[in-house]
């Protein structure tokens, strides 16, 4: 592509970026100092390309995925954020009070609002956490809170209702034989060590091992488990909004696709994805019609990703920008 294909192309998708209408050649005549004939020339070498799509309603053209990968490799460059956008998400980086998954979760809420995409965290915990202790605490009617903490400093709990022939002494004399045997023990590994290690020893030792045992090997198997149990949605509302979309049978199509365990691993980052990542169109292996731009993160043990769904007619500079922010400052070292 030349300088002047370049210049037509990134004047056409900034243009069909902004007001959502295809671009035709007098428009352009005056900002890149060209005949109309010499853009319609340029304009059909491009489609011709695949690079532009003509709209069947007008004779204007919109770009095409392989316009849009085009731009974003080539002539985008970032967005530097505005300083009051920095100082929305500086407060949330800087509150000592909150968890990690909080501060993600408030950053992908305020993503949604300075961008007016939908946004989305896919959060797990890290598998290279050990345990660190577990312990109980006694509520009233039965029930319990079970808690397991790692040496990353990750806290779960879960609740239960413990019949009346289990003990809180049997509970705790169970933790005080876990934490002794099995602190240390990686996460993934806690459940088989403790159905082949601790099982036999509290057979001895507790009457009702059998209740105990399950309600430690639950607690277990829900931490460790490797599923999407920190997804948090903000601005599905957008997408009922983008006037991109032919008819609200599209929106419902691609919001469906978030109830799919299947769709969702499509969104979540790949290990050796680093930095912010364009995804266009088919790309997406999501939907057709969108964009994903997204970005992982590692930290105090917990990992995730952060993705911005919207339509493929992205604002790619502002929004690549402002990835790339969160992304430096949630995998900033303490």
Known sequence: MNHRQESLLKAIVESYIKTVKPVGSKSLCKKLNCSSATIRNEMARLEEAGYLEKNHISSG???????????????????????EDVLKLQQIFQN????????????????????????????????????QQVSIIPLNNNRIVALVCTDHGIVQNKQFTIPKTIS??????????????LSGTPIINVASRLEFEIK????????????????????FHDFAKNVHDNMHM??????????DYGNLEDVKTILSKFDDENFIK?????????????????????????????????????????????????????TVGLLTYIHDQLNKED
């Open 234 to 243: 903000s601005g599905t509302n957008h997408l009922l909004n983008a006037p």
């Open 266 to 318: 499509k969104i979540e980052s790949n290990e050796n994805e680093e930095g912010v990542k364009v995804y266009i169109g088919d790309e997406t292996e999501f939907d057709p019609n969108v964009t994903i731009i997204k970005t992982s993160f590692h930290r105090n043990g917990e990992d995730g990703t952060i993705a911005i769904i919207g339509p493929r007619r992205m604002e790619y500079a502002k």
């Open 168 to 181: 809180i002494d049997e509970l705790s004399k169970t933790c005080d034989i876990i934490n002794k045997m």
């Open 61 to 83: 053209r919109i770009p095409s995925s392989k316009g849009y990968r085009y731009y974003v490799e080539n002539l985008m460059k970032p967005k530097e954020m505005n300083g």
């Open 96 to 131: 000592q009070e909150l968890q990690l998954s909080d501060t993600v979760n408030k950053c992908v809420e305020i993503i949604s609002e300075m961008t007016n995409y939908t946004s989305i965290v896919l959060g797990k915990k890290s598998l290279d956490n050990n345990l």
């Open 200 to 219: 036999p020893v509290i057979a001895t030792k507790i009457k009702q091992y059998e209740a105990v045992y399950e309600i430690f090997s639950k607690t």
